[in-house]
């Protein structure tokens, strides 16, 4: 119908539910348009029944890469011309869903975090991380952050069990302003350790903890939501690549 | 995995994107999970492409019934096992629809709504709507109100003008304070002329006007929102349909 039709973009999701709302809510208002016709076509696969990906890094439960996979075929089935997925844990298996998405482009989440850091953060060496167990332990993000020339800051273990209740709070649809505050509280504690951001490396945190809620010693630290990173690419993806498509 | 699945919902959805976003966070949020896991299987296709209904009623446009026929038969290759469509406008198209999906059911969201008017005040006899031109023009709720016994009562041609903007700068992103008070103050016309409730018979008119926002005269008038109730029928059939499944 349009002269600049954008690419039709499909959604991973369901990891957990609330996120996929969040990243489709601000896809949604990321979006200008003058009437519906302008929006971004998005396919949802909001699949909560994926085996949980902590416990799969972990070895404790299965492996949640064939039904990724199987979600990917769905989507491009369906339609999909680009692939995206809000949930940072899940990228511990992004191998298989890049090989069954074949010649269909996946935004890899934390590739995204990590330029987009240091875009906004040229002179910065060190982040602290908000991040599901299953992230740190499989050292997606530290990994990642290395490679870009910057330290990764993992919490303390004490803090890392409040990180977790509080993401799992958001998962149940019970997170209040306790586990508001003990992400801040935890994020405040990494920047007094050097982190000079703190990256919300987990899709549920940003439900909990937006950029400006961080002060240490009456300075402002960064956030930088991985989810709205993610957003942000996807929007230049989707529109540039398909102009005169 | 569960000894009792939930049936997999499928959400025809873009009319408009806002309205879309606004009945998936609606779900996830009736859903009560402990886990991701137990949450519902949502799939989603948000296609803004879908042709204008307004239009389409009002003979001025294409039909939109191809397109919606195709989202419908898409989304059950996918998997879907009910179907739902947060735009109340669409279902003048409604047909189409139904005889694509074969066996699969498809919650009406005219009906729903109706028939929650029916639950919720038994002894009423009339309500004002709220709803685009299309909707009023195709007298999709009108008809369906009389045959429940109700009078359906329509603003006043300059008032349904600024319900129709108010519905438009929603779906443009810039909807502000003074269109929530155009709605409030012609929902507050549409009670003074009669109607014991007012029904937000379209789905990006919840965005604006909520339960209790509409007061005269002291009395609280109530907002029936279309959206809502069918968040409340779909959890009910697909976690009642998918019982032993």
């Given at each position: 119908?349009?002269?600049?039709?954008?690419?039709?973009?499909?959604?991973?999701?369901?990891?957990?539910?609330?996120?996929?709302?969040?990243?489709?809510?601000?896809?949604?208002?990321?979006?200008?348009?003058?009437?519906?016709?302008?929006?971004?076509?998005?396919?949802?696969?909001?699949?909560?029944?994926?085996?949980?990906?902590?416990?799969?890094?972990?070895?404790?439960?299965?492996?949640?890469?064939?039904?990724?996979?199987?979600?990917a075929?769905?989507?491009?089935?369906?339609g999909?011309?680009?692939?995206?997925?809000?949930?940072?844990?899940?990228?511990?298996?992004?191998?298989?869903?890049?090989?069954?998405?074949g010649?269909?482009?996946?935004?890899?989440?934390?590739?995204?975090?990590?330029?987009?850091?240091?875009?906004?953060?040229?002179?910065?060496?060190?982040v602290?991380?908000?991040?599901?167990?299953?992230?740190?332990?499989?050292?997606?993000?530290?990994?990642?952050?290395?490679?870009?020339?910057?330290?990764?800051?993992?919490?303390?273990?004490?803090?890392q069990?409040?990180?977790?209740?509080?993401i799992?709070?958001?998962?149940?649809?019970?997170?209040?302003?306790?586990?508001?505050?003990?992400?801040?509280?935890?994020?405040?504690?990494?920047?007094?350790?050097?982190?000079?951001?703190?990256?919300?490396?987990?899709?549920?945190?940003?439900?909990?903890?937006?950029?400006?809620?961080?002060?240490?010693?009456?300075?402002?630290?960064p956030?930088i939501?991985?989810?709205?990173?993610?957003?942000?690419?996807?929007?230049?993806?989707?529109?540039?690549?398909?102009?005169?498509g």
């Open positions: 119908m349009s002269p600049a039709r954008s690419l039709v973009v499909g959604v991973l999701g369901g990891m957990g539910p609330d996120a996929t709302v969040d990243f489709f809510a601000k896809l949604v208002a990321a979006t200008h348009a003058e009437r519906d016709q302008d929006h971004l076509r998005v396919l949802i696969d909001n699949d909560p029944t994926v085996p949980d990906r902590t416990a799969a890094i972990r070895g404790t439960g299965p492996s949640p890469a064939p039904r990724l996979a199987a979600m075929r769905g989507l491009i089935a369906q999909a011309e680009v692939l995206v997925m809000p949930c940072n844990t899940a990228h511990a298996f992004a191998d298989a869903i890049v090989a069954a998405a010649d269909v482009p996946f935004l890899d989440l934390i590739e995204t975090t990590v330029a987009a850091t240091r875009t906004r953060l040229p002179d910065a060496r060190a602290g991380l908000l991040a599901t167990d299953g992230t740190l332990d499989g050292r997606i993000y530290h990994d990642a952050y290395a490679a870009a020339g910057f330290e990764a800051l993992a919490p303390a273990v004490d803090d069990r409040r990180v977790m209740a509080a799992y709070a958001v998962k149940r649809g019970h997170a209040g302003a306790e586990d508001a505050a003990a992400l801040r509280d935890v994020a405040a504690r990494l920047a007094a350790a050097g982190a000079e951001a703190v990256v919300a490396a987990c899709t549920e945190v940003p439900l909990l903890l937006r950029d400006g809620d961080v002060v240490v010693a009456g300075r402002s630290v956030v939501a991985s989810t709205d990173e993610l957003v942000a690419r996807t929007v230049v993806v989707a529109t540039a690549g398909g102009r005169g």
